[in-house]
């Protein structure tokens, strides 16, 4: 194979059109950030490997011996970076801290199954304070993203990694057997865990996904710890309806993401059209320990890839700003068709230069592939207009054309 000629496996190209509509995608989500006081953050591509905690972090991450002998490794996560600015930059005397980030991230994949090695992500992080208005904050922030980002139909499945903690607890496996389950409980293979324990709840993960009515089932369960989590969840949506937005959630208390990552609260938003989801988050109070500082904090990322797709599937227009005039001229009317051509780019329009002379079919023809709707033709002693939409062909004035035709 000449490797020259293609990408390398799980990684790809992406070209205008993709990538206008992403950075579209991009901006509106970062601007709802903003709007709720998140402060931008960055971190290195590479970090020494210590920095990603989790096993199964490690375990994706492409590592890079440096000279020195130290092991570097391509970011798999934002969270952990920041974890480790904030623990290593900043005093608990001034929390709560707000960031926000919009990074691509790596990780190997060795089934892809659709999913790239190279991501982009954006989300924000709530540092230092443990409570159902902050886990709230973040959720909301999490369904005004979406809907900015222009996607109306959606789902955010919330759950609370304590409640299925709690029963594990009571039932007092030894090691080996309680890993074994909460890997089934992870990868939700409901076979294996019944082979393992005839604990009802266990052996019925598949009906705990609901609406509120779920909560209600089981706020009265005798397991102490995982009647706190319902009790939490009544209260995170309880707030959550306060905004009119109840009918964005949904829930679901299988859900344990990673058991030694999140602490309480986890969630996932779906949407039709793909088959993954395109927002996660979650409580995670022990992270920031790991680098020295035990603040509780809470987070969510969107995966702007996989929701671009869900978009795109759902033909979702975004307005993407591409060409809309092109202006052809001659060496005569250059500096005029320049400066005339500035002006409107100052009122907002976007105009591409001709680099085909007053070849005026080429110009129409090369307009049409672009989707360009007009032309400004420059002669020596007028303006034509060629409308490629109606098909019409008139003479103009410069002030009509900066005073949008009046």
Do not use: W
Request: include cysteine.
């Amino acid at each position: 194979m000449d490797y020259k000629l293609h990408t390398a496996v799980g990684l790809q190209d992406v070209f205008p059109d993709d990538y206008a509509y992403k950075n579209r995608i991009k901006a509106k989500i970062t601007n709802v950030f903003e709007k709720y006081a998140y402060l931008p953050i960055s971190s290195p591509t590479l970090e020494y490997v210590e920095v990603f905690e989790e096993k199964e972090q490690k375990g994706k991450a492409f590592k890079i011996i440096d000279r020195d002998g130290s092991v570097l490794a391509l970011r798999t996560d934002m969270t952990p970076p920041i974890a480790r600015i904030v623990s290593t930059a900043y005093s608990e005397n001034n929390i709560p801290f707000r960031f926000y980030y919009l990074e691509n991230s790596f990780r190997y994949n060795e089934n892809l199954q659709g999913k790239s090695r190279e991501f982009t992500q954006a989300g924000v992080e709530l540092i230092g304070i443990d409570s159902a208005e902050a886990d709230c904050e973040i959720i909301i922030i999490a369904i005004n993203s979406l809907l900015n980002a222009g996607l109306d139909e959606f789902k955010i499945s919330l759950g609370h990694v304590d409640f299925i903690n709690g029963i594990l607890e009571e039932l007092n496996f030894d090691e080996r057997t309680l890993s074994e389950i909460q890997e089934n409980i992870i990868k939700k293979d409901f076979i294996s865990i019944k082979k393992l324990t005839d604990n009802e709840i266990l052996n019925n993960l598949q009906y705990l996904m609901d609406g509120v009515e779920i909560l209600n089932k089981y706020v009265s369960i005798e397991n102490e710890k995982s009647r706190k989590t319902i009790l939490r969840l009544l209260e995170i949506y309880e707030k959550i309806k306060d905004f009119g937005f109840e009918k964005y959630i949904s829930f679901d208390l299988s859900m344990v993401g990673n058991f030694s990552y999140y602490t309480g609260i986890i969630f996932s938003a779906y949407t039709f059209g793909i088959g993954f989801s395109i927002l996660d988050g979650g409580r995670y109070d022990n992270l920031l320990n790991y680098f020295g500082l035990d603040l509780p904090a809470v987070g969510l990322a969107v995966k702007i890839n996989d929701l671009s797709d869900a978009m795109k599937y759902q033909k979702i227009d975004l307005d993407l700003n591409f060409a809309e005039t092109l202006i052809v001229y001659n060496d005569e009317t250059r500096i005029n068709a320049h400066n005339i051509a500035n002006e409107l780019r100052a009122q907002g329009l976007i105009i591409e230069n001709s680099l085909f002379g007053m070849d005026l079919q080429k110009n129409i023809d090369y307009a049409k592939s672009k989707n360009i709707q007009g032309i400004l033709v420059f002669e020596n002693d007028k303006i034509r207009a060629l409308d490629l939409i109606n098909n019409t062909n008139s003479e103009i004035s410069i002030d009509e054309l900066l005073n949008g035709g009046n």
